[in-house]
Nanobody, 117 residues
Framework: QVQLVESGGGLVQAGGSLRLSCAAS????????MGWYRQAPGNQRELVAI???????NYADSVKGRFTISRDNAENTVNLQMNSLKPDDTAVYYC???????????WGKGTLVTVSS
């Protein structure tokens, strides 16, 4: 059983920063992809950033240059440093872990990020 626990959401003013963290536990394979997705009210869940165990990353165009994803393979944790936050970044942010071939997704419960203007 895989569990993902997020932390670090909250309320911040536009231009501010927040750091999200996610810890994975359970049967974690040595190679996997971890990342963050978000869902704003009335919108579909969308990719924010992902990172492989090898350190390869992929970002949504809307967050490039502002957000940085990182991970600790030994601890099975993934972080998202969010700078220069905008009101459009307001959403519930979900930690995601993909294991196996084909990849099976696992999700955290989500953490709310609210950016005020």
């Amino acid at each position: 059983q895989v569990q993902l626990v997020e932390s670090g959401g909250g309320l911040v003013q536009a231009g501010g920063s927040l750091r999200l963290s996610c810890a994975a536990s359970g049967s974690i394979f040595s190679f996997n992809v971890m990342g963050w997705y978000r869902q704003a009210p009335g919108n579909q869940r969308e990719l924010v950033a992902i990172i492989t165990t090898g350190g390869s990353t992929n970002y949504a165009d809307s967050v490039k240059g502002r957000f940085t994803i990182s991970r600790d393979n030994a601890e099975n944790t993934v972080n998202l440093q969010m700078n220069s936050l905008k009101p459009d970044d307001t959403a519930v942010y979900y930690c995601n872990l993909q294991l196996g071939i084909p990849p099976r997704p696992y999700w955290g419960k989500g953490t709310l990020v609210t950016v005020s203007s």
